[in-house]
Nanobody, 123 residues
Framework: QVQLVESGGGLVQPGGSLRLSCVASGRIVSIRFMDWYRQAPGKQRDLIAH???????EYADSVKGRFTISRDNAKNTVTLQMNSLKPEDTAVYYC?????????????????WGQGTQVTVSS
């Protein structure tokens, strides 16, 4: 069984920074994509940053230029550096791993979600 565990959320003032981390543990041979989503109260869960194992990184327009996603394939971790935070960035942030494979067969690959971490931007 694979688990994703996030850390690094909290309360920060507008203009401040936070760094979120997500570690995938369990029997893992490879992870195709790792993403960060967020969900504000009363709103849908939105994709904000996407990083493949080797390829183009993508960001939502709302965070482009302020957030940076990175991953360490050897450690099965993904991080989200968030700078110049705004009150509208307040949300629960979720780590998502796509194509987590425990073997070579397609049936060995699944997607997983972390439990979420609260980020609150307020003065």
């Amino acid at each position: 069984q694979v688990q994703l565990v996030e850390s690094g959320g909290g309360l920060v003032q507008p203009g401040g920074s936070l760094r979120l981390s997500c570690v995938a543990s369990g029997r893992i041979v490879s992870i195709r994509f790792m993403d960060w989503y967020r969900q504000a109260p009363g709103k849908q869960r939105d994709l904000i940053a996407h990083i493949p194992g080797d390829g183009i990184i993508e960001y939502a327009d709302s965070v482009k230029g302020r957030f940076t996603i990175s991953r360490d394939n050897a450690k099965n971790t993904v991080t989200l550096q968030m700078n110049s935070l705004k009150p509208e960035d307040t949300a629960v942030y979720y780590c998502h791993a796509e194509g987590v494979c425990s073997g070579d067969h397609w049936s060995d690959c699944h997607d997983y979600w972390g439990q979420g971490t609260q980020v609150t931007v307020s003065s």
